[in-house]
């Protein structure tokens, strides 16, 4: 059995490029979101006015902000923000979908309080669906430019799995699977903090070698706390572990990227987010993922240097220079 159509929750940047996408393999593709324009522009025009303005969309992808709608499709695919997703599944649970309904999250991050990831949030709210994520190096510029790219389809259920790597292909976009989902998507999140330290280097004029070095070990400490947090070591070293890091933390295409490089050049988190005009995960994922980290006592000391710069008030270059000073360790200390 494959999929016929797909409902897509938001339509934002990622959601406009994973519906040009989809909708190849698909007879309709219907995208719900929360403005009436957007949503009349799509049926009317093909097109997105406010993200990705320049892909055009299929004829078979439709709009609506009805969230209800959503509940005809087989396959719903969650792109809306981390912070969207409870209230977004609380919304689609009161239309009532089918047990079969499968579920796809595509958003990065950690809930702030609970520690959820989002396919927790899923389950806790639909817990008869089947539900899988999908994750990568996919900035949504390049996707719906038809550039090249992989993903990765986290799920637990084998043949669901190989029913949406067949929805995911496409002759520039190729589709991997793992059974690893909590790793998967803690790769995802942690990611878009290093991300913004990256920014933050690139900023101050660091160079080449103190963002390649910071990276590096940012993927060590990604892979010691993700472990701890429940995923599996070589989950980090695929492609929602070190793919989407190497993605995020150069391209100009990240959102956490240029927020970090706004900070490094001396503007405040309030006017580098702003700057940006969309969300970037990683300025909340912050909070939560350093929260994280202390609920298990993980030793991070990157992602304590971003907390301390974006919640303490601690000047960028002495966050960076205090993390270049620490005590000497070997370089595969587990605790290094």
């Known amino acids: 059995m494959v999929f016929d159509s797909a409902a897509i929750l938001g339509t934002g940047s990622f959601g406009t490029a994973l519906a040009r996408l989809v909708a190849g393999n698909l007879g309709h593709v219907e995208m719900i979101g929360r403005d009436p324009e957007v949503a009349e522009s799509i049926r009317s025009q093909h097109r997105n006015p406010r993200y990705l303005t320049d892909v055009t969309l299929p004829e078979n992808v439709t709009a609506s902000c009805e969230i209800a709608r959503a509940a005809a499709h087989p396959l719903i695919i969650f792109s809306v923000p981390t912070s969207a997703t409870r209230a977004t599944a609380a919304s689609l649970a009161e239309a009532g979908l089918p047990d079969s309904t499968v579920l796809l999250s595509c958003a990065k991050g950690i809930e702030r309080g609970s520690g959820d990831r989002m396919s927790d949030i899923l389950r806790e709210v639909f817990p008869h669906h089947p539900i899988a994520v999908l994750s990568g190096p996919n900035h949504a510029e390049e996707i719906g430019a038809g550039l090249a790219t992989c993903a990765v389809i986290g799920c637990t259920d084998a043949p669901l799995a190989s029913r949406l790597q067949q929805l995911f292909t496409a002759p520039h976009f190729r589709s991997y699977t793992n059974d690893d989902i909590a790793g998967i998507e803690l790769g995802g999140a942690i990611k878009n903090v290093y991300a913004i330290a990256a920014g933050i280097a690139a ?113 960028a270059a002495r966050a960076l220079s205090e993390l270049l000073n620490r005590d000497p360790r070997p370089e595969t200390d587990s605790q290094s």
């Open 203 to 315: 900023g101050l004029g660091l160079g080449d070698n103190a963002i390649a070095a910071l990276v590096t070990r940012a993927l060590a400490e990604m892979t010691r706390l993700g472990t701890q947090l429940g995923g599996r070591m070589e989950t980090f070293a695929g492609l929602s572990g070190v793919g989407d890091l190497i993605a995020t933390c150069y391209s100009e295409h990240s959102r956490n990227h240029r927020v970090g490089k706004a900070l490094g050049m001396g503007q405040s988190l309030s006017d580098a987010v702003a700057s940006i005009g969309m969300v970037a995960e990683g300025v909340p994922n912050t909070l939560s993922i350093h929260e994280a980290a202390r609920r298990v006592g993980a030793r991070t000391p990157i992602i304590d240097a971003v907390h301390a710069i974006l919640y303490q008030n601690m000047p």
